[in-house]
């Protein structure tokens, strides 16, 4: 499914090329440089308080690579809250993952506040072979539209499409419960790991782009080529 047109664009746009400066050059990853400053900026004050006021184990790890049109950037890591892993830049841009699925994505001009999974969800449980099953899962999100908070549920149905190797793709079409438009994932795997991905956060912006290496990030734009 193609996104609808985005009403604020050049506002995520924004924000993200902001938060890139230090990072990028002309839109693009600068790999070792980029993955210093941003493990140099894990531990700088600010960090916190822009995380939600719930108890954070703090375990500072790699930065998370990711990308909008072609902008680049690391974001540094700052902790665990329950199972999901946050990574949050000096300027509040807040990601959340859950072992490689994203749950929230704030401060970048339109906001996606959570995105919730079932404990059994295949998501959280297998998610290759979920695939390879056909599993249908549903979703809860909740985001932001004109300062009011939406609260849509979705049922999704994963398929798998092998590749060479131990490499696949997992294809991930969600459609709300009460009508209305849904939205579509792709994941690239290799064995039970997710390479990198091509994952919606609001109905009003283009897709986030995640990837594994920095080499990636470089020389890949998931809107048009996979990994």
């Keep these: 499914m193609t996104p609808r047109p985005s009403r604020a664009p050049s506002a995520v746009a924004l924000a993200l090329a902001a938060l ?39 375990s500072i790890g790699p930065p998370l690579l990711v990308g909008y049109r072609a902008v680049r950037v690391a974001l540094p890591s700052t902790g665990t809250r329950g199972q999901a892993r946050y990574f949050v830049a000096p300027d509040g841009v807040e990601i959340g993952m859950n072992d490689g699925h994203l749950t929230r994505a704030i401060g970048l001009g339109v906001a996606l506040q959570g995105m919730y999974l079932p404990d059994d969800s295949p998501h959280l449980t297998g998610f290759v072979q979920g695939a390879r099953d056909g599993a ?33 793709i997992v294809a991930e079409r969600c459609r709300r419960l009460f ?26 912006a283009d897709k986030l782009q995640f990837f594994e290496t920095a080499e990636q990030a470089q020389t890949l734009d998931l809107n048009s080529e996979g990994c």
Aim: aromatic share 12%; charged share 25%; net charge negative.
């Design 179 to 204: 009508g209305g438009p849904g939205f579509d994932n792709t994941y690239w795997t290799e064995g039970d790991r997710i390479v990198c991905s091509l994952q919606w956060f609001h109905p009003e």
């Design 136 to 168: 249908v899962t549903d979703r809860v999100a909740d985001y932001f539209v004109d300062g009011t908070i939406l609260h849509d549920a979705y049922r999704c149905k994963l398929s798998y499409i092998p590749r060479e190797g131990e490499k696949g």
């Design 20 to 58: 890139a400066l230090a990072a990028c050059t002309d839109g693009r990853f600068e790999g070792g440089p980029a993955v210093d400053y941003a493990l140099d900026l894990a531990g700088l004050g600010g960090a916190d308080e822009a995380v939600a006021a719930e108890p954070v184990t703090t």
